[in-house]
């Protein structure tokens, strides 16, 4: 029927367990009675399967955040009397005073201002409207998933004497039924048939699974129990199934232990036959052991020889750096003497063709004279 995915919280039928469902769809079948010829409000609608159960209603609209679990209402179970809206149960997007009977079933634990869900109500239904809510007993809830751990879908949770009072002050009238799973013995005709119900009242509803509530501005006219026997979901016929499957699975148990004792057996005496083979390993893990230690105080005298020749080759590097500095130092003194030596010898020749230059002037000066030179 359904593509949308099952988180294990919202109800999509053909994906739930049947008892599950049937523990859903009995809170809409409850309130059939309420809804006769009704304007109701589905509050909190999910999948919209409440709606079916709903046919004595004179339309049904139901409201959801969830626009994938809409899409799948109106597909399923839209019709000419019967249709879906997204919105907020916290902001109702009708008029005052529009319903004759507004459900939200298991919807109130989901809202962090779950107070505005009564105060809405109250406002869009008429004088004799009634409010039908439901939402499961926090004490049993808790029990329930002691090892999952809490409900992450879920904001608050109420006991019987927090859900009653704050019912009651939103309302001048308020009645409660406590809803259980429990066995019972039926007498079902072949044709349907009307029903008589012998119930005991709930004396102690702090230990009940859920709470389902009338509140009206207006006395409650039906306040009697209530029980449905759904065609499907038999709980005694599937914990005889349960049994069934359950005494199978030890029969087979019971074939893996005498398989599992029979290894055990067999690996008992591998045991023994690898405890020998142990023991002559051990014994030739000592001589390897012994040749080890020898071999690392051998590897460690080696290691000191290395680190001292490390030593010296790092001394021997120093020396060679210190006389590479001298070397280049005295390089450089012996390019600074040669320059100067070059700058001097070029000053001489400058020198000496002067010299002969003077030499050659003082000769012709000498020979004028002397008269050997004419004038």
Same mark, same amino acid.
């Given at each position: ?99 004759? +009977? ?73 009645? +409660? ?34 709470? +389902? ?43 893996? #232990?005498?398989?599992? #004792? ?40 080696? +290691? ?14 120093? =020396? ?15 390019? =600074?003497?040669?320059?100067?030596? #070059? ?33």
């Amino acid at each position: 029927m359904s593509d949308l995915e099952f988180t294990g919280e919202r109800v999509v039928p053909g994906l739930v367990d049947e008892n599950l469902f049937n523990e859903h769809v009995a809170r809409y079948r409850f309130a059939a009675r309420f809804a006769d010829r009704a304007i109701v409000l589905d509050a909190g609608c999910g999948t919209g399967y409440g709606a079916r159960e709903l046919t004595n209603a004179a339309s049904v609209a139901g409201i959801d955040t969830s626009a994938e679990a809409l899409l799948l209402a109106r597909r399923e179970f839209g019709g000419p009397h019967v249709g879906f809206l997204r919105a907020a149960c916290e902001a109702l997007p009708f008029r005052d005073a529009s319903f004759d +009977l507004v459900v939200a079933f298991e919807v109130i634990e989901h809202l962090e201002h779950w107070q505005q869900l009564l105060t809405e109500a109250k406002r869009v239904l008429r004088p004799a409207g009634v409010l039908l809510v439901s939402t499961p007993n926090k004490a049993w809830y808790t029990e329930s998933r002691a090892k999952a751990g809490p409900n992450p879908y879920h904001v608050h949770e109420f006991d019987s004497a927090e859900f009653g009072a704050a019912l009651r002050d939103v309302f001048a009238h308020v009645h +409660l039924w406590t809803q259980n799973h429990t066995e019972s013995i039926a007498f079902v005709p072949a044709c349907s048939a009307p029903g008589v119900l012998d119930a005991p009242p709930d004396t102690a509803p702090e230990t009940a699974h859920f709470f +389902l509530a009338a509140c009206s501005q207006s006395p409650i006219a039906d306040t009697r129990a209530f029980a449905w026997l759904p065609s499907s979901g038999n709980t005694l016929r599937e914990r005889l199934q349960h049994i069934e499957l359950l005494t199978a699975e030890l029969a087979k148990k019971d074939e893996w #232990l005498v398989d599992a #004792l029979a290894s055990l057996a067999a690996r008992q005496k591998a045991h023994e036959e690898s405890n020998a083979w142990a023991a002559r390993l051990n014994g030739e893990l000592n001589v390897a052991r012994t040749i080890i230690s020898r071999l690392e105080a051998e590897a460690a005298v080696r +290691l000191d020889w290395v680190r001292d020749l490390e030593g010296q080759v790092a001394r021997g590097r120093t =020396e060679i750096e210190r006389l590479g500095a001298e070397i280049a130092e005295k390089n450089a003194t012996i390019t =600074e003497r040669t320059e100067w030596a #070059l700058t001097l010898d070029r000053e001489v020749n400058q020198l000496r063709a002067e010299l002969q230059k003077l030499n050659s002037e003082l000769t012709v000066r000498l020979a004028r004279k002397l008269r050997l030179l004419p004038k």
